[in-house]
């Protein structure tokens, strides 16, 4: 096992500037910072006292990592959360919630958690708390999979994007509609990524073409933009540009109801002369929406205690057999704001 003589040697460093940068007692360069990071994993090197504790003993608790930006916890998040702590409790584990601030993840300090596992939301590609969990042997599991490289195999729940995507799709084409924009999340999420191909696939095999202006990625969380994402794109494409449209798939209820405000500034309705589908939204508040919304289920609850379940796994809480993936189903719930339309013909 490498050493951190090791690492400081090849990183041309001190031992002291080494444990400074895991420890973040005294602040280092991002120059620095980011040669330690990339020799510790090339030397698959790992903390002593991370190893020590991992070795030695339980902490009883595990971490739910959240990245934030300017923003009040959705439905979704809430469902999730609360399907986490229920879960870990009857297994006598207390949670730690980290609310990281987007763009100030401080990696090295996951590695002197005082936790036993951890349950990481919203993955990212090449996400760096993934890749220092993973190089720290600190069991995870994701929501969402996993694309860091290096990182072949890892633990996950999600649901079925492609299925999820493709039914979607298959809802809305059956009503008529040829003409889908897409308000996906932010296009750095492994989960806008795996969307986002599956809807031009499930438009490709209903014979429809996807344009470029029809697929948009939600602004980052940290952004002036991010509260208001889906008024400025469905004023700009339905308004300035005067594209066809007669669907729109929100990633999310707050996308929707900025969707919604643009449409009527624009003097148009829904479902009238929009659609509007949303992937994942508060039940309640879909219901008491005008017109209320039609959206996907995502069982924000199962997802979170199916985590806690293959963390336990990992952990040796429970035996026996486990998929290293679950996907949780996504259902259709039907309401008001998708409309049946004619042919081409009959709309000109």
Excluded: W
């Excluded at 066809?244 to 624009?266: G, P, Q, Y």
């Amino acid at each position: 096992m490498a050493k951190i003589d090791d690492v400081a040697r090849l990183a041309k460093v001190s031992k002291g500037t080494v444990s400074n940068v895991f420890s973040q007692k005294r602040p280092t360069s991002n120059e620095v910072r980011e040669r330690v990071m990339s020799v510790s994993r090339q030397l698959n090197y790992v903390p002593n006292h991370t190893a020590r504790s991992l070795v030695t003993k339980k902490t009883m608790a595990i971490g739910l990592t959240i990245p934030h930006g300017s923003f009040f916890f959705s439905a979704f998040h809430t469902q999730f959360i609360n399907g986490v702590i229920l879960e870990a409790a009857s297994y006598g584990y207390r949670v730690l919630l980290d609310i990281i601030p987007v763009h100030e993840v401080k990696t090295p300090f996951l590695t002197s958690y005082p936790i036993d596992g951890a349950v990481v939301m919203r993955p990212t590609a090449n996400d760096e708390r993934i890749t220092l969990m993973h190089m720290g042997q600190i069991p995870f599991v994701t929501v969402g999979h996993v694309m860091n490289e290096n990182i072949e195999h890892s633990t996950s729940v999600d649901n079925d994007n492609a299925q999820m995507m493709s039914n979607i799709c298959a809802y809305l084409v059956g009503k008529g509609h040829r003409d889908i924009m897409f308000l996906n999340a932010n296009e750095h999420m492994t989960v806008s990524i795996d969307r986002r191909a599956s809807f031009v696939e499930a438009m490709k095999e209903h014979g429809l073409d996807v344009e470029e202006h029809m697929i948009h990625h939600k602004p980052e969380l940290n952004s002036s933009e991010y509260m208001d994402y889906g008024y400025e794109e469905t004023m700009d494409i339905l308004g300035k540009q005067q594209k066809k449209v007669t669907a729109i798939i929100a990633d999310d209820d707050r996308t929707a109801f900025s969707v919604l405000n643009a449409v009527k500034d624009l003097n148009l309705s829904v479902p009238g002369d929009v659609s509007i589908f949303v992937i994942c939204g508060d039940n309640s508040m879909m219901v008491q929406s005008n017109p209320s919304l039609t959206s996907m289920d995502l069982q924000p609850s199962e997802l979170g205690a199916q985590s806690v379940r293959l963390l336990m796994h990992q952990l040796g809480v429970l035996q026996g057999e486990y998929e290293e993936n679950i996907i949780v189903e996504g259902k259709i719930i039907e309401r008001n704001s998708v409309s049946t339309i004619g042919s081409d013909e009959d709309r000109e």
